[in-house]
């Protein structure tokens, strides 16, 4: 299928096991944050968001982790599938009239 | 089905062409926002619309231009195209641009410049 042919760090994960992908964020003043998933030739899709007075929210079979002291945000994914097969962005937001910024995302490979 | 509409799904044109990508948000969506995914930039933020008034800019080039109508549906005009300009190109909506909403993206338009 169609891909994005990004050049992206991956991530192989055995069918059933727990995934952990992770992002760094680079503006200290983002209080809002968006994982999204986008699947080869679709758009990217919300997952899960988290503000930034709260320090883990979970979804379903999906939670996320932000630290805001090392300004990091991490998503797990729990008993992996072959539908999780994907690539992964984080996005950032700040207060106010600011638009979203993605990070580079990151390809998580299901491996049956 | 997201709801964001965008055509065409693809487009080929040639180099020094113009082109336009449209989009129709989500319906009770106000705000636009248009984002560029190339090979090694991952998803670039173009420019912004709300309620048909330009809201933000980002590394958009003066090549490019939009609008939003006041249907709220949005064009991204591309002119004078160059190789470099082959990249996914998504809208995506929301209610209103100053609230924490996850923004809700069409499928794309795929643009290949030869």
């Known amino acids: 299928g169609e891909s994005v042919g990004l050049h992206l760090p991956t991530l192989s994960v055995q069918e059933g096991d727990n995934s952990i992908i992770n992002c760094a964020y680079s503006?200290?003043?983002?209080?809002?944050f968006i994982w999204y998933k986008q699947e080869s030739g679709k758009g990217p899709q919300f997952i899960i968001d988290?503000?930034?007075?709260?320090d883990k929210r979970q979804g379903q079979r999906v939670t996320v982790l932000l630290n805001k002291t090392v300004k990091h945000l991490s998503l797990q994914i729990a008993a992996t599938q072959p539908g999780d097969s994907a690539v992964y962005f984080c996005?950032?937001?700040?207060?106010?009239?600011?638009?979203?910024?993605f990070g580079k995302g990151t390809r998580l490979s299901v491996i049956a | 089905d997201s709801g964001v509409t965008q055509t065409p799904k693809h487009l080929i044109t040639a180099t020094g062409q113009r082109v336009t990508l449209r989009c129709s948000p989500r319906?009770?969506?106000?705000?636009v926002y248009w984002y560029q995914q190339s090979l090694d930039q991952g998803l670039q933020f173009l420019i912004q619309y709300y309620n048909g008034e330009e809201r933000a800019k980002g590394n958009i080039l003066e090549r490019f231009s939009a609008q939003q109508f006041p249907d709220l549906h949005s064009e991204l005009n591309l002119s004078s195209l160059e190789l470099g300009d082959s990249a996914l190109y998504f809208c995506a909506s929301s209610p209103r641009p100053s609230q924490d909403y996850g923004y809700t993206f069409g499928s794309g338009t795929r643009l290949t410049v030869v």
């Open positions: 319906s009770g969506d106000l705000s």
């Open positions: 503006n200290s003043a983002s209080d809002y």
């Open positions: 996005a950032e937001k700040s207060t106010g009239n600011t638009p979203l910024v």
């Open positions: 988290i503000r930034s007075n709260m």
